[in-house]
C-alpha cells in the first residue's frame, strides 16, 4: 500500500470539520449533518476520524447516512471528491479482520475478544450471529470460511458499503509530515488520527497506531513528526473534549451514553468552535 492509499493530503483547506466516534448512532449523526450542512463553505474539508460501527443499534443506516450526506456535499459548487474523508478507527479495524477470522491462529478467541469491544453489534446488523460465527469457528477453517462468506454477500449487497470500507485512509492531515523523524525543528499543520499515535516512531512507522495508540496520546508535549497538533476523533477512556498546546480529544462519548461532536479547525489544528448532539 503506497502512503497516498494509507494517508490523506487535505492540501490548503479553509477550515476542517472533524466528526468524532460515532458507533452507529443514527439520530445523532443526522442531526450533526444537519448543522455542519449549514456552516459548510466553499474551501473547507469533512473528515470522520473512525468508528462508525460498533455498539448502536443502526450500524447500517449509519453508513447509509454517510454515504448520503457525502453525495449531498459533494453536489456543492466547487467540491471535490476527496474533499470529504473517511478514517479508518478500531471498530472498522476489527470488522475486515473479522471477516478474514479463519486465518486467525485461536479464530474462536479472537472473536469472543472482538465481541466484548462492541463489533458484535456490526455482526448482528450484517446479519450474522455471534454463536454461529463461534460454532463455524469450532467446526474449522472451511466452515468458517463460509460462514465469512456469508457476511461478504450481506455487504455485497448494500450499495456503498464496501466501497467505504475500501476508501478508509489511516490518517488525514495539513502540512507536510516528517515521515522518518518522531520530533521535528518545524511544525506546521494538524495531524487527524483515530485514537492516538505512538510517540516513540516517526509518523511514517506507525502501523495500527493510529487505532491502537490512544494510551500514548496525552505523552504528546511537543510537535510530532513535524505537526503541530494531532487531533482525535476517539478517546478510549472517555475523557470528554480535551485540548492541549499539541493534542485535540474531540470524543464526546457517543456509543457510551455520551454526546456525538464535530470540531471545526483551522488548518494549524486550532480549535474554532464544535458542534455536540
Not at 450526506?69 to 456543492?76: G, M, N, Q, Y
Not at 470529504?84 to 472473536?111: C, D, H, T
Not at 458499503?161 to 492531515?173: E, F, I, P, V
Not at 474531540?250 to 455536540?276: K, M
Amino acid at each position: 500500500m503506497t502512503d497516498t492509499q494509507k494517508f490523506h493530503s487535505l492540501r490548503t483547506p479553509k477550515r476542517l470539520w472533524a466528526v468524532a466516534a460515532i458507533h452507529g448512532e443514527l439520530e445523532r449523526v443526522i442531526a450533526l449533518h444537519a448543522q455542519i450542512f449549514q456552516r459548510f463553505q466553499p474551501g473547507d474539508r469533512l473528515i470522520y476520524l473512525g468508528n462508525y460501527l460498533g455498539r448502536g443499534a443502526k450500524i447500517i443506516e449509519t453508513i447509509n447516512e454517510l454515504l448520503t450526506f457525502r453525495r449531498a456535499l459533494l453536489a456543492r459548487p466547487g467540491m471535490l471528491a476527496d474533499d470529504v474523508i473517511y478514517l479508518r478507527g478500531s471498530q472498522e479495524e476489527m470488522w475486515q479482520k473479522l471477516l478474514q477470522i479463519q486465518f486467525a491462529p485461536n479464530p474462536a478467541e479472537v472473536m469472543q475478544w472482538m465481541m466484548r469491544q462492541g463489533v458484535d453489534a456490526t455482526l448482528i446488523a450484517y446479519g450474522g450471529h455471534p454463536d454461529h460465527g463461534l460454532a463455524a469457528a469450532r467446526e474449522g477453517a472451511m466452515a468458517l470460511t463460509r460462514w465469512t462468506n456469508g457476511l461478504r454477500s450481506a455487504i455485497h449487497a448494500l450499495s456503498g458499503h464496501d466501497t467505504l470500507m475500501t476508501a478508509l485512509r489511516r490518517a488525514a492531515y495539513t502540512g507536510v509530515p516528517d515521515f522518518a523523524n518522531a520530533s521535528s525543528d518545524t511544525a506546521h499543520g494538524a495531524l487527524l488520527v483515530n485514537a492516538g499515535v505512538d510517540v516513540s516512531r516517526p509518523f511514517g512507522a506507525q502501523g495500527d497506531s493510529f487505532w491502537w495508540g490512544g494510551a500514548s496520546f496525552n505523552r504528546i508535549t511537543h510537535p510530532f513528526s513535524g505537526f503541530r497538533r494531532v487531533i482525535r476523533g476517539y478517546d478510549p477512556l472517555h475523557g470528554g473534549l480535551q485540548e492541549t498546546p499539541f493534542t485535540i480529544t474531540i470524543d464526546g462519548g457517543c456509543g457510551f451514553n455520551g454526546v456525538l461532536n464535530c470540531a471545526c479547525l483551522t488548518p494549524e489544528g486550532d480549535l474554532q468552535e464544535t458542534i455536540s448532539v
